[in-house]
């Protein structure tokens, strides 16, 4: 055995397969998988090993597509051919006209992947799939490339071409201890030996946080029993020359396959189970959990309605496994968070379908620093501190229990709930607000206009339209309030603080005590790593600001590239203060009433800061507008946040204060064209390419100059006016000249002070000039588009000035 490698792999299932294959491909050979018994012994051996290109992200799409497209080649090995049912064609059913809007919607993003869906209507499902009846089903999504593959057959081939490249493969291995140096490389501890390695990864399946214990992480991984059936053959199947398509079905809870001439059916049943919880014992290899039938008995009579041939059919066999959940479906692939040179791939729910993409992904991230696709709905770090596993089982079950059924734009649900609260979330409910969550935290989404008001979701302008303009008229005309929690904040102290922050963002940061500016980190490539607000305080105190979900991403990039001289010092402020949110044309006169000084324009112009008190609770304010109204962030010690609300309240309400919530400030901030990080600002394009050339200083040095000097741009933002008043536009919907996709909605709703239905996006650069024209598709179908000012509301920022 080695004793010394690039990379150490630790499990031997799809996830650690894939990752040292495309460890190889990207070209580091002196790589090593170790596994503690035979590879695929953990949950791939008995995986129904279906294989999707559905994905409700462009990079979930896009990672399928790479997967199918590798396993076909693997299959087609003339040397090693592997047994893969490629493109038999699979169906998502659906009986509600909402889940079709969904579908029709993920066809059009599939389409910017260059992957072609067709939604269809009941009697074109039951044509495509003879065995199923057409009761209460109103039509599908038709996925061309569906199949299934042989699950060992996969592994093997993926390890047969790494270690053709020079990848090495230890069995019956076992890790029992990670030693982490100072210079951040390992020692993996087995019983055959240790091995000193750069980097190691966490593919252990369901053992994953055995792995973690030994380098003191608990991720936020959660296992649930599942289980598939077997039929005997049958005569309908056995007199058929094609295979029947896959089928997914989000109204009765199962899915199915053909398995030779008969059917494997695997079932999603309410009462699930969580497996693991308290320790797995260690002789659980290549092993399966008990038949428990009657579990999913109420399942099965559904099955039966859909398809009444089986209910003559045999059970030949049944499997009974665990299978690894998080909090929000998608995996964790990317780097272990407070970790150094530590990755993991874990939480695989379908991985022998993802687990392709996944390795690819992983392994580009390792090698390059940074994957092709943007991967943030798979990184490790998308999840707060909150994310342990006892919340994750909890999540596990909701998930479980709605596999098929997507979430809809703005749908949260109840698991878990409340997950992360300021002292201030039941007052807030008290006033009627609705929340949503960011990041765990409960944000005020609006405010309900009485206690019976209900939202209910999906992809059409709803009940919420005329509460949100209510709100947006309040905030336009007079004065709001409300609570933006979560929001990241370090303290960069120290001598070599500003300078380092300078070389970290690619414009001109604020020096001076009093000032605020936005600023962009790049990454290596020259794209958007992140979005800060660096605001300068007293005694040379920096306070960065970022967007709630980035607490852990960006802790992680800046204290990566801190110097270690000890001239540089941050302090996480994130738990501790929260901002409430005064915006407004009377904004000004609330906070001159509530706090002692000189509030007025002059004294405390936009894109200022002060310290002071709001009543007598002690306040970073700072004179910054995401709405393009005048608006001032009051951060406040949560300690106090109880006695700055009451002082806001009151002053307020002479001025007709009104609350207002997240989805009154996502309107007004498409009206400005301002950018939401992960949304708008991702990492596959530039700061040019995202429209932010004036935040850019190419005469000054940063961190990925070199790389964006290299770069031509592919991509260009623009700000988009729909003539459609039905429906918004979602994210990763596709805009096309003519039948031809030529760019991808990032964001889009409902400007309520312009009156217009926004979208903004990336397109072909020949096609951003104002007055150019598009077509968006909206609800899945194309709807007119005419590229328009990258600012409509208040292009001068008079108002925000005021
Ligand atoms: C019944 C069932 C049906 C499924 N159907 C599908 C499907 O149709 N399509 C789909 O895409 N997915 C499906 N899945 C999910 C899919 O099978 C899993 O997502 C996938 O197999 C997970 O692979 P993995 O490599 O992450 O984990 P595993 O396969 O569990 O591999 C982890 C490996 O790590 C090894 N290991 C653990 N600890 C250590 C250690 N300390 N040292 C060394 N090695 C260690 C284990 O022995 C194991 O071999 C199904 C799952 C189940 C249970």
């Known amino acids: 055995m080695k004793t010394q490698t690039r990379a150490v792999v630790i499990g031997g299932g799809i996830a650690g397969c894939s990752t040292l294959y495309h460890l190889t491909r990207e070209g580091w050979t002196d790589v090593v998988l170790v596994e503690r018994d035979e590879i695929t012994s953990g949950t791939t051996w008995h995986s129904a090993a279906q294989v999707t290109n559905f994905g409700m992200t462009q990079t979930m799409v896009g990672l399928k597509s790479h997967s199918i497209r590798l396993y076909k080649e693997l299959a087609e090995d003339p040397e090693h051919p592997i047994t893969y049912h490629h493109a038999d064609g699979g169906i998502r059913l659906a009986n509600d006209p909402r889940v079709m809007d969904g579908y029709r919607h993920f066809a059009s993003m599939a389409k910017g992947m260059g992957v072609d869906f067709e939604v269809i209507d009941a009697a074109e499902c039951a044509r495509r799939h003879p065995l199923i ?91 649930m029993e599942h289980q598939y059936f077997i039929t005997e053959p049958f005569a309908e199947l056995q007199e058929m020359d094609e295979r029947v398509p896959l089928l997914r079905c989000p109204i009765s809870d199962f899915y199915s396959r053909q398995e030779k001439k008969g059917l494997l059916i695997g079932f999603y049943e309410q009462e699930c189970r969580t497996w693991g919880m308290d320790g797995i014992d260690p002789a659980f290899s290549s092993a399966l959990c008990p038949d428990d039938v009657d579990r999913v008995l109420p399942v099965l009579e559904n099955v039966f309605e859909r398809m009444p041939v089986l209910q003559d059919v045999g059970i030949k066999s049944i499997v009974n496994g665990p299978i690894t959940y998080t909090m929000d479906g998608a995996p964790l692939v990317g780097p272990i968070p407070g970790k150094r040179n530590a990755f993991c791939i874990i939480g695989l729910r379908a991985g022998l379908g993802e687990g392709g993409g996944h390795g690819w992904l992983l392994a580009q991230q390792i090698v390059h620093g940074e994957a092709e696709l943007d991967t943030w ?30 979430h809809f734009p703005h749908e949260h649900r109840p698991a878990g709930r409340p997950m992360r609260t300021t002292p201030l979330t039941a007052v807030l409910a008290a006033e009627g607000a609705d929340f949503g969550m960011v990041d765990g935290w409960e944000r005020i989404a609006y405010i309900r206009p009485g206690p019976d008001f209900i939202e209910t979701h999906g992809y059409r302008f709803k009940e919420t339209f005329d509460v949100v303009a209510d709100e947006v008229r309040a905030v336009h005309e007079g004065v709001g309030l409300t609570e933006v929690n979560g929001f990241t904040r370090f303290e960069i102290t120290g001598g070599g603080a500003a300078d380092w922050l300078d ?69 996480n402020l994130t738990r501790s203060h929260t901002i409430l949110l005064l915006a407004g044309p009377r904004a000004r006169a609330v906070l001159q009433e509530v706090a002692r000084g000189d509030w007025s324009a002059e004294a405390f112009p936009w894109l200022s800061v002060r310290e002071g008190h709001i009543g007598h609770a002690p306040a970073t304010i700072m004179a910054v507008s995401y709405s393009g109204e005048s608006a001032f962030e009051l951060h406040i010690p949560n300690e106090s946040l109880a006695q700055a609300w009451q002082s806001l309240r009151a002053a307020g309400a002479a001025r007709g204060m009104r609350l207002f919530g997240s989805y009154a400030v996502e309107s007004m901030r498409l009206e400005k064209s301002y950018r939401h990080w992960k949304a708008d600002l991702v990492t596959e394009f530039d700061p040019f390419e995202s429209g932010l ?83 968006v598709d909206v609800t899945g179908a194309p709807v007119a588009a005419t590229v328009t000012d990258p600012c409509l509301f208040d292009p001068e920022n008079l108002r925000v000035r005021a």
Request: include cysteine; glycine fraction near 12%.
């Open 377 to 406: 709905v798979i990184d490790p770090r998308r999840f707060g501190p909150h994310a342990n596993v006892e919340l994750t089982a909890l999540k596990a079950i909701e998930d479980y229990q709605n596999e098929f059924r997507f």
């Open 693 to 775: 050339g004036r935040f850019v200083d190419m005469r000054k040095d940063f961190l990925g100059k070199a790389a964006l000097e290299a770069r031509a741009p592919q991509r260009a933002f623009v700000t988009l006016l729909l003539e459609a008043d039905h429906a918004p536009a979602q994210g990763g919907a596709s805009i096309r000249v003519g039948g031809d996709v030529v760019g991808t909605v990032t964001s889009a709703g409902w400007g309520h002070r312009t009156g217009r239905n926004i979208a903004m996006g990336f397109v072909r650069p020949e096609l951003a000039g104002v007055g150019s024209a598009l077509s």
């Open 133 to 223: 009846s057409t009761d209460n089903l109103i039509g599908g999504l038709w996925d061309p490339l569906d199949g299934d593959i042989d699950p060992a057959g996969l592994c093997h081939a993926l390890l047969r071409r790494a270690r053709a490249d020079g990848a090495e493969v230890y069995r019956q291995t076992p890790v029992t201890g990670l030693t982490q140096h100072r210079d951040d490389s390992w020692t993996v501890h087995t019983p055959r030996g240790d091995i000193r390695t750069e980097v190691i990864v966490n593919a252990c399946g369901y053992r994953v946080n055995e792995l973690g214990a030994m380098m003191g992480v608990e991720h936020p991984v959660a296992s």
């Open 503 to 571: 070389a970290m963002t690619c414009g001109r940061i604020p020096r001076r005590a009093g000032r605020v500016g936005l600023a962009y980190l790049l990454n290596h490539h020259g794209c958007i790593k992140s979005e800060a607000t660096l605001a300068c305080l007293p005694d040379g105190r920096i306070w960065y600001g970022a967007a709630a979900a980035a607490e852990r991403h960006d802790m992680d990039w800046l204290t990566r590239h801190m110097p270690d001289d000890g001239s540089v010092r941050l302090r």
